[in-house]
């Protein structure tokens, strides 16, 4: 079982940077993989990025690429999200996740384990 705490949400203006936490409990928090998924209003929830075990693969969806990117502390049993040029349309719900698959999932029916989310509002 692995627990997931999401933090760092909040409001920014447009070209503003986020910085997002993830803490997990557990032991074996270096056997999982950790995305990054968000919902926007109205939005199915959708991928953003995920790094893996060793933090030797990362992959982003094309409308975050450049601007997002996703590290692990496996000592600290942390996951970061950091968002610079922030967009309008990346005002969400961002929850993140863990995958004890061996791989790093695109799909969220890859993961096995979520937090409860983080809100994230850009203005224009």
């Known amino acids: 079982q692995v627990h997931l705490v999401e933090s760092g949400g909040g409001f920014v203006q447009a070209g503003g940077s986020l910085r997002l936490s993830c803490a997990a409990s557990?032991?074996?928090?270096?056997?999982?993989?950790m995305g990054w998924f968000r919902q926007g209003p109205g939005k199915e929830r959708e991928f953003v990025g995920v790094?893996?075990?060793?933090?030797?693969?990362?992959y982003y969806a094309d409308s975050v690429k450049g601007r997002f990117t996703i590290s692990r502390e496996n000592a600290k049993n942390t996951v970061i999200l950091q968002m610079n040029s922030l967009k309008p349309e990346d005002t969400a719900v961002y929850y993140c996740?863990?995958?004890?698959?061996?791989?790093?999932?695109?799909?969220?029916?890859?993961?096995?384990?979520w937090g409860q989310g983080t809100q994230v509002t850009v203005s224009s």
């Open positions: 790094i893996s075990k060793l933090s030797s693969t990362t």
């Open positions: 996740a863990a995958s004890d698959a061996g791989l790093a999932p695109r799909v969220s029916s890859g993961y096995d384990y």
């Open positions: 557990g032991r074996t928090f270096r056997s999982y993989a």
